[in-house]
């Protein structure tokens, strides 16, 4: 959409120098929020509970959403005390929340790169000498002062808790992310990003083209799903936002193992869906270590065309990646899905459609077909309605099911990047960051 459309609704929410400590300081107190398993069962040890406490505090965190030591009622009183010394919840607000006219709702979280390397260690078995210390005496000392939690919150945020605040490294820069909640009859979908930036430059892509800027920690991905307003409405979650999410692809693995485990959301996994661009060692790990569909970036079905739209094609090209999903047994309950963005005039054939037919003669998968949104700078220009719906029904004359997925938020940049490189801007012309 063009700059001269304002958003429908905005909600300035606290400027970012107020904003919630986005992740602990690594030597302080650890976020609640990420941790799997493991993790609570050394959190039970280090805080004298029985391990069986461990999947009480999961319970607590993962389906109750309440991240207050204090408020862990099933755990003995000294038990939650040691406890709430050691964690922060690690869930934040947005900073700011944008209404499209069709219901879609843009949010934008705070991240500070550079504070937090990207792939920080997380909770570790603690050394055999403090764990014994910490079991066989634990009221030889008092605890240090409990942290103060801040539960994720609808509409404000409150400045940080002094335990959970850290003075920015010199290094520390404040960036935005975006999740998008996508409301449509009986499903609300969101939409989340896995990492700051990207580094796969695709053409057309508004995330792309402000380069990379670090990962998101397991937190702060799982942060955009419990932190929005309506979180527990959610039917799906799809990572198609900000970065690629085989690029991040630990700490994507770990969100997807916190949202399908028992212990944590116990959701199915066919309600989440990974998209990518086809980074071939994380997609190999992807399919052998999770159940969530898949849904692969094609927009060409030629080497050259897809190369100059999506660089990752010269490393990671097409025979290759059909070869290794021809490959695998996706089971009769996992969908295969390409995404393809119909530009005019570049991508829009007959001649396309035959060799998508050629090349995925066999597979079992789906087309989602995609309108161009616009965006600053990029000469592309999207397909017209009635070339989708030839596209489509070609496809469907191949043997392919193919919908058009409908364009939502148009209104309020939804585009993946446009609004956080704008909040970026506007914030720096303010002086705020
Ligand atoms: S389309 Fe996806 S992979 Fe490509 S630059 Fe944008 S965010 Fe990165």
């Given at each position: 959409m063009s700059d001269s459309n304002p958003p429908r609704t905005a909600t300035a929410l606290p400027p970012i120098d107020q904003a919630p400590a986005v992740e602990a300081p690594s030597s302080g107190p650890l976020p609640l929020l990420g941790m799997e398993l493991s993790n609570f069962e050394t959190l039970a040890k280090e805080s004298g509970l029985p391990p069986f406490a461990a999947r009480q505090i999961a319970k607590w965190v993962y389906e109750k959403r309440i991240f207050d030591p204090e408020a862990m009622t099933d755990l003995p009183k000294r038990g939650r005390e040691r406890l709430a010394a050691l964690v922060v919840s690690g869930a934040h607000a947005p900073v700011k929340a944008t209404t499209s006219r069709d219901g879609t709702k843009k949010y934008l979280f705070a991240t500070e790169v550079g504070?937090?390397?990207?792939n920080a260690p997380r909770l570790a078995p603690p050394p055999a000498a403090a764990t014994a210390t910490t079991t066989t005496t634990p009221n030889s000392a008092p605890p240090p002062a409990a942290a103060t939690f801040a539960p994720p919150s609808a509409t404000a945020s409150a400045p940080p808790p002094a335990s959970t605040s850290a003075p920015p490294s010199s290094t520390a820069q404040t960036r935005f992310i975006e999740a998008a909640y996508i409301p449509d009859r009986d499903r609300a979908t969101l939409c989340v990003s896995s990492?700051?930036?990207?580094?796969?430059?695709?053409?057309?892509?508004s995330t792309g083209r402000m380069g990379f800027h670090g990962q998101l920690s397991v937190q702060e991905i799982l942060n955009q799903i419990v932190s929005i307003?309506?979180?527990?409405?959610?039917?799906n979650v799809v990572y198609?936002?900000?970065?690629?999410p085989f690029d991040n692809l630990d700490n994507v693995l770990a969100t997807l193992r916190v949202l399908c485990a028992p212990w944590g959301?116990?959701?199915?996994?066919?309600?989440i869906t990974v998209s990518t661009v086809g980074v071939l060692p994380g997609l190999r790990r992807f399919l052998d270590e999770s159940e969530c569909h898949l849904a692969v970036s094609l927009h060409s079905p030629f080497h050259d065309e897809r190369r100059a739209l999506m660089p990752v094609e010269a490393a990671y090209a097409l025979p290759e990646l059909i070869g290794m999903i021809r490959s695998f047994d996706f089971g009769r309950q996992r969908r295969i899905s390409f995404e393809y963005i119909l530009f005019e005039g570049l991508n829009d054939s007959s001649r396309h459609i035959n060799e998508i037919a050629r090349l995925l003669n066999g597979v079992n998968c789906r087309f989602n077909l995609i309108a161009f949104h616009a965006i600053p700078d990029v000469p592309f220009r999207p397909a017209s309605r009635q070339r989708l719906e030839w596209f489509r029904d070609e496809l469907g004359r191949k043997g392919f099911t193919a919908t058009i997925r409908a364009s939502r938020g148009e209104d309020i940049l939804a585009a993946c990047g446009l609004l956080s490189t704008r909040e970026l801007s506007s914030r720096q012309e303010a002086g705020q960051i």
């Open positions: 504070r937090i390397p990207p990492q700051v930036g990207c580094k796969m430059g695709c053409l057309f892509c307003p309506k979180s527990a409405s959610l039917t198609m936002g900000m970065g690629e959301f116990a959701w199915s996994p066919r309600r």
